[in-house]
């Protein structure tokens, strides 16, 4: 096994290395792992999508975890997981460690197959994501700065009460049950080309290689990371297990700074590329599912989107499946990328005047919006910025608009009454 490095891209060269000492899961495991599963998750759709086909010059096809149970993959892993047990583990409990979709995973098992569940969150996991836990009816310990320490102080309480671990990725079962959506992948389309997976611990990507290279060897596996975590990368650049950790990153789905080891050994033989792709276009991509697909996912879940976007991966007239692996958003987090996102496209603009304060003036601002067909979203008057002189106010618009076109209009009929503006795209005019 060798791999070659450029730019973003990580190229997985494997040469067929028998890793059966690993305890690998197979394709056998993967179909076992399915029956049991099978009315207790959903069989989520495979969705095409005619806009993203046209835009890449391929056929794009969604696999829609993000309807899955708990909004998420990590169900499946962790009902197989947990059937594992023996009587007297299930009798003690389990207990993860988890910031979001792991911690869902397992409060759901634990209810549905009657185990005590005790998750470990970060001190800075947000309200909703304590919340939809607890609605499995598990129990939250808040503690821990971040994953490693929580993880640390998870593993203790493991060991004090006699509790079993369960792991988010680096496991036999929650590998095989993470490659059901493999098989369902090469069941809906058998001659899939091409599967873009988000890659965080291993997990998910380690299971889907499995099952997919089994059934059709030629289907390329590619995994997607934040450019900001990209531990898988440059484990695969390096030749053995780092951490990675460059700055911090929205799709927390995939921020992992460590890589599992049974996942990195199944990653070498099954995978083919690893690529990294930045905050800002993952943002971009869920924007535009959530516009284009009416499809809600989490950043880590539009990162397969995202790698396209920024010409990761060869996709033109293949069959792409791209796994859209979550949808718990943080609403307060999308409200954000929405907003940049119709700046991005010309949607959104704010505009910033020094008007004098006199009366009438704002009203002929506001009337020439207005009638240029733009729609005030918000406005803004601040009299008391240090820059703003004796006698004049600074205003803010945020208006919404059809496109460019349309906000030149709007934007040249603002020329006309007089007063200086500067547009959210920082041009001064006059």
Do not use: W
């Amino acid at each position: 096994m060798g791999v070659r490095s450029s730019d973003k891209r990580i190229i997985v060269l494997y040469d067929g290395i028998d890793m059966e000492e690993y305890g690998i899961p197979t394709i056998e495991n993967i179909r076992e792992a399915e029956n049991f599963l099978n009315g207790k998750i959903n069989r989520t759709p495979m969705d095409y999508s005619a806009t993203l086909s046209s835009q890449f010059s391929c056929s794009v096809y969604l696999k829609l975890e993000n309807l899955q149970k708990t909004g998420s993959f990590k169900a499946r892993g962790a009902l197989l997981k947990m059937n594992s047990l023996s009587q007297e583990e299930r009798k003690r409990g389990v207990i993860a460690v988890s910031a979001g979709n792991h911690a869902q995973g397992v409060a759901y098992a634990g209810q549905i197959m009657g185990i005590g569940t005790k998750i470990v969150m970060p001190e800075f996991t947000t309200p909703a994501k304590v919340n939809a836990v607890e609605r499995y009816g598990a129990d939250i310990v808040l503690k821990g700065k971040d994953y490693s320490e929580a993880r640390e102080i998870a593993l203790e309480i493991a060991g004090r009460e006699g509790r079993a671990f369960i792991e988010g990725f680096d496991d036999f079962h929650i590998i095989a049950g993470q490659g059901t959506i493999g098989l369902e992948i090469m069941k809906d389309l058998p001659d899939t080309d091409i599967i873009v997976v988000p890659a965080g611990g291993g997990g998910l990507i380690s299971g889907i290689a499995i099952a997919a290279k089994t059934i059709r060897p030629e289907v390329r596996i590619i995994g997607v990371q934040s450019e900001k975590i990209d531990s898988i990368a440059q484990s695969m650049a390096k030749g053995r297990i780092v951490s990675s950790v460059k700055g911090e990153t929205i799709a927390d789905g995939i921020a992992i700074r460590t890589p599992g080891k049974l996942n990195i050994e199944i990653i070498k033989k099954y995978v083919d590329e690893i690529v990294t792709v930045s905050d800002e276009t993952m943002a971009y991509a869920l924007f535009r599912l959530l516009e284009r697909n009416k499809i809600l996912v989490e950043p880590s879940g539009a990162a397969p989107l995202a790698a396209l976007m920024e010409n990761r991966v060869n996709v033109k007239g293949k069959k792409v499946v791209l796994v859209l692996s979550g949808g718990n958003a943080n609403l307060l987090m999308l409200s954000k990328i929405i907003f940049k996102s119709m700046e991005m496209e010309n949607q959104l603009i704010r505009i910033e005047l020094t008007i004098p304060d006199k009366p009438g003036t704002l009203y002929r601002i506001a009337q020439a919006i207005s009638e240029s067909g733009g729609n005030i979203y918000h406005a803004e008057v601040d009299n008391l910025k240090e820059d703003t002189p004796v006698g004049h106010q600074s205003v803010t618009f945020s208006v919404n608009v059809r496109d460019r076109k349309h906000s030149e209009v709007l934007l040249e009929k603002l020329k006309n009454i007089g007063f200086p503006f500067r547009t959210s795209s920082n041009q001064t005019s006059r």
